[in-house]
């Protein structure tokens, strides 16, 4: 794939799009297993794939495109109940997932899909379906029978309504009656594709309008379904040159538009004419061959049946099939072109437009590189491929002439780059033939009532090296977005499930491009569209609507202030200018407030994304680790800023492989415990506060303090004099100390504790924090505590030492004053009662290494913090007020610092450093006694 030749914002889409896809094949295909007798499930995984292979396919991913063909060969073999799905299936299926989501991540990263082994994936494939496979015959035969396919079966006397027509083939000349025409194929399995994805299209046809017929009132969604399958087969059609197909399926989609318009009513004889359409599109497909070529038909019988209801608003009879002398003569070659040009979609010619124009641009732009470095393989190729874009596109828009004379200049490219030929010799002859294509193809424009291309591809086309014609200030021949729509030619070549736009994608705005280049020119590099391949986060228009509300508010504002400053200029009432200034100030405080919940929202994501990946690697640890293992998700729905979602997935996998290694206790101790042979371990999300709790809970065997302490004192960690007196909590904390384990043995899986203080760093590094709650025999339960942002917070705002600090309020559970005369001493360590409970105190100036408050203080100003369900009395020199604060990283410079996590900036321009509790509360508890 040439990047040089690939819009950066449709290759952007299709990553996003592609691990959507993949995340929601795995929890399918596994939640299928459980359940084979469900076949929505089947389908979802199916279109899925089917989806992924047509949309690589459109930009070219062969690698991709080939494994989700072979993906999809597997599934459909089950649909069809040639095959049932068994572990090895499935197993076949999720490896196939696993490469195709390492060449997608190739792809974000350097722009290819990389060496990733496929090949073995897809021997497999074909083995198993050789062998899972019932006696099948395939041949000429039955693939020119009317219905070689059990799963379209048109009535016998419907079937009949087109074989006369297939006999008489008035309209075709003689030679081409007897040997067919070949049609536009990119390979045999694009002829595959064409057929499998038409049949599926029938299948759907048939029974929306059988629905339609029984609801004829409903109308609505039903029409709008049929009037896009009708589409996407009239595209398809196109694609690959099937002349006849491409008619019928034009005429019934115009019949559709005037439907879904309420021009024309849906009756019972409106739904018989779209069946019998239906019929004579399967008996279609029959006259197609092994090798790629079809015998030309006569269609005109059911295609007059359809323009004579939309000219007359009655039905035609069958039995009166046939040009007469009532009806206008449409089987006349040049009339039925005339009409069917008048037919034509304005959406489709204005596309085909663009798509063409952009194409031309491509051959400029390839063949003045072409004429500095004809060795340029890449350039070749893309050249090639503008041309093939090009040919597809004259045939879907049925401009027969031009796509003929386009295909004999692709078959020339690709004879000379096939031959390895020096193309410096054809670079004046190409030139003479894009001169002609584009004549040719204003003629049609012209003819359509559509501009010329000039207005589209400003440059000199007559002379031997394009200049532009236009500044670089005008904006881009073809926005992304619109080459890259559902009605583009070029996308329907290998049948996208769905013709629906997809949902907005907030994305960097594409600098324009000059016209008569290609748009992805200065972006050819994989460093380039590295830069462009940014994460991005799918976003309910509604919110952006509210987003341009408030900043136009916040624009009135502004001129408010501007127009205050200049009344005191002007010399006008202080008094009155200060209320109105107040006045403006509590307006702009409000939009801003409301300005931060909407970005918030706005990057707020579910944690389904990260969830979604964990059944597969529960299953797969299972599975090696010889245990039954169930893994139940909760709360999926919870949302978290995406920048913390996408974080938590490595610490989550270490707690979840520990879990099932190490937590869950074999078959016969379970046996033994009167536990059920199934283990169960529960993923879950909520809301705790301000802040969202995530955990991983196991009914395992738990974890056993005892044991903990004695493998610490085996191996160093602390003394027996400190383990002593370590209580049984902090015993099984002791599995965050780095290469602590309490495994009898080391497996390849884990070892629980192994990993565990990355885990607690890597949460501290999301501002969370980590706690363990375990019993001996009942299992273990692992609380992740994470901030819904990492951008902004709610912080207490204290001063220490004469410098002012903020505590995030997550970590405050109150604050007040203790008078000094109530302090005890406990292990030399300062502590209160408070409320019947023993408070362990710790001035916050000593752990900061700063002056201690100077002289006695009658009342101790102080700050309880709660972490992980422990508390700590922080005392302070004075207690402030509470704001929101946005958290700033401290740099390179100075690294860290203990008990800091960061920094803001006041409104003073003043900058304060931001207190970390949980290295707080650490800090306390090494000095002991607290």
Not at 68 to 87: C, F, Q, S, V, Y
Not at 132 to 152: E, K, L, R
Not at 337 to 352: G, L, N, Y
Not at 591 to 600: G, N, P, V
Request: glycine fraction near 8%; charged fraction near 25%; aromatic fraction near 4%.
């Amino acid at each position: 794939m040439n990047q040089e030749f690939m819009d950066p914002e449709v290759f952007s889409e299709f990553i996003v799009e592609a691990r959507e896809h993949l995340e929601n094949i795995e929890p399918s295909l596994l939640e299928l297993e459980k359940n084979p007798d469900d076949p929505g499930l089947l389908d979802d995984i199916f279109r899925l794939m089917h989806s992924l292979k047509g949309a690589s396919g459109f930009l070219g991913l062969s690698r991709i495109n080939g494994l989700t063909h072979k993906a999809e060969n597997i599934l459909d073999e089950i649909r069809k109940g040639n095959m049932n799905l068994t572990p090895a299936i499935t197993d076949l299926i999720l490896v196939s997932t696993d490469a195709l989501k390492a060449m997608v991540e190739n792809l974000e990263q350097n722009a290819v899909e990389g060496d990733v082994e496929t090949s073995s994936i897809i021997e497999k494939i074909d083995n198993l379906l050789k062998d899972g496979h019932q006696s099948v015959t395939q041949d000429a035969s039955s693939v020119a029978s009317p219905n070689p396919h059990p799963s379209v079966s048109p009535p016998q006397d419907d079937a009949e309504e087109v074989r006369p027509a297939m006999e008489s083939m008035e309209d075709v000349e003689p030679e081409l009656a007897s040997q067919g025409y070949e049609l536009t194929l990119v390979n045999q399995d694009h002829l595959g594709d064409f057929l499998e994805e038409a049949r599926e299209i029938l299948e759907q046809l048939n029974e929306n309008l059988l629905d339609l017929e029984k609801n004829p009132e409903s109308g609505g969604d039903i029409v709008n379904d049929i009037f896009r399958f009708f589409h996407n087969l009239k595209g398809n059609s196109g694609i690959i040159g099937y002349k006849e197909l491409n008619k019928l399926t034009h005429e019934a989609e115009t019949l559709l538009n005037k439907v879904r318009k309420e021009e024309v009513p849906v009756t019972h004889g409106l739904v018989d004419l779209l069946l019998n359409v239906v019929d004579s599109m399967d008996a279609l497909l029959a006259c197609i061959q092994l090798d790629g070529r079809v015998i030309p038909v006569d269609v005109s019988a059911i295609i007059q049946r359809v323009r004579y209801l939309l000219e007359t608003g009655e039905i035609k009879a069958p039995e009166n099939e046939g040009p007469n002398q009532e009806q206008p003569d449409t089987g006349s070659s040049q009339e039925g072109q005339d009409e069917s040009a008048v037919m034509v979609d304005p959406e489709d010619v204005q596309i085909f437009s663009q798509t063409v124009a952009q194409q031309l641009s491509n051959l400029d732009f390839a063949l003045s590189a072409l004429e500095e470095d004809s060795t340029q393989q890449q350039i070749i190729d893309g050249l090639y491929r503008s041309l093939v874009s090009i040919q597809n596109a004259s045939g879907y828009m049925g401009m027969d002439e031009i796509n003929a004379y386009v295909q004999r200049v692709t078959a020339l490219v690709d004879q000379a780059r096939s031959a390895d030929m020096d193309f410096t010799a054809l670079i004046d002859i190409l030139r003479q033939e894009r001169d002609i294509v584009r004549e040719k193809i204003n003629a049609e424009l012209d003819q359509l009532g559509e501009a010329p291309l000039d207005h589209l591809v400003a440059t000199s086309w007559g002379n031997g090296r394009e200049e532009d014609a236009v500044s670089a200030e005008e904006p881009r021949p073809c926005e992304p977005e619109t080459i890259a729509s559902d009605t583009q030619p070029s996308r329907q070549e290998h049948g996208a499930s769905s013709p629906e736009r997809p949902q907005p994608v907030a994305t960097s705005p594409q600098p324009a491009s000059q016209p008569g280049k290609p748009a992805a020119k200065s972006s050819g590099t994989p460093a380039a569209h590295r830069a462009k391949l940014t994460s991005t986060i799918r976003v309910d228009h509604t919110k952006l609507d509210h987003l341009m509300n408030l900043i136009g508010e916040l624009i009135i504002n502004r001129n408010r202030f501007a127009m205050l400053a200049r009344g005191l200029e002007e010399g006008q009432d202080v008094g009155e200018i200060a209320q109105k200034l107040s006045e403006t100030t509590y307006s702009v405080g409000r939009i801003s407030d409301d300005l931060q919940d909407t970005i918030m929202n706005v990057r707020m994501v579910p944690v389904q994304s990260v969830f979604s990946r964990f059944p597969r690697l529960v299953r797969d640890l299972a599975q090696k680790s010889g245990k039954q293992v169930e893994l139940i998700t909760e709360g999926e729905d919870t949302e978290l800023d995406k920048s913390v979602v996408e974080e938590i997935g490595d610490p989550l996998v270490h707690l979840i492989r520990n879990a099932v290694d190490h937590g869950i206790d074999s078959a016969e101790d379970r046996a033994r415990a009167g536990k059920p042979e199934t283990a169960r371990v529960w993923l879950r999300a909520f809301h705790k506060g301000n802040s969202v709790g995530i955990e991983v809970e196991d009914d395992g065997k738990g974890i056993d303090p005892e044991k903990m302490r004695a493998q610490a004192i085996r191996k160093g960690v602390i003394t027996e004099e400190e383990a002593r007196t370590l209580d049984d909590r902090a015993a099984v904390e002791l599995m965050f100390v780095p290469g602590f384990s309490t495994a009898d043995k080391i497996t390849d899986i884990s070892g629980r504790g192994v990993g565990m203080d990355v885990v607690r760093n890597n949460i501290k590094n999301l501002k969370g924090s980590i706690s363990v709650q375990s019993e001996v025999g009942k299992g273990t339960r692992i609380t992740l505590t994470l901030p819904l942002t990492l951008a902004i917070i709610d912080a207490l705002m204290i001063k220490v030492d004469g410098a002012t600090y903020a505590i995030p309020l997550d970590a405050v559970s109150e604050t007040t004053k203790i008078e000094t005369k109530r302090l005890n001493e406990v292990n030399g360590q300062k502590a209160v009662t408070l409320r019947g409970e023993v408070l362990g105190l710790v001035e916050l100036a000593e752990l900061l290494g700063l002056s201690c408050h100077e002289g006695e203080r009658d009342f101790l100003p102080t700050v309880i913090l709660t972490v992980n369900e422990r508390r700590l009395g922080l005392v302070v020199d004075a207690l402030l007020e509470r704001q929101d604060v946005v958290i700033k990283s401290l740099g390179d410079y100075l690294g860290d610092l203990p008990g800091i996590s960061g920094a803001t900036i006041m409104g003073d321009g003043s900058v304060v450093l931001i207190l970390d509790p949980h290295e707080i509360y650490r800090m306390a508890t090494s000095r002991g006694g607290i």
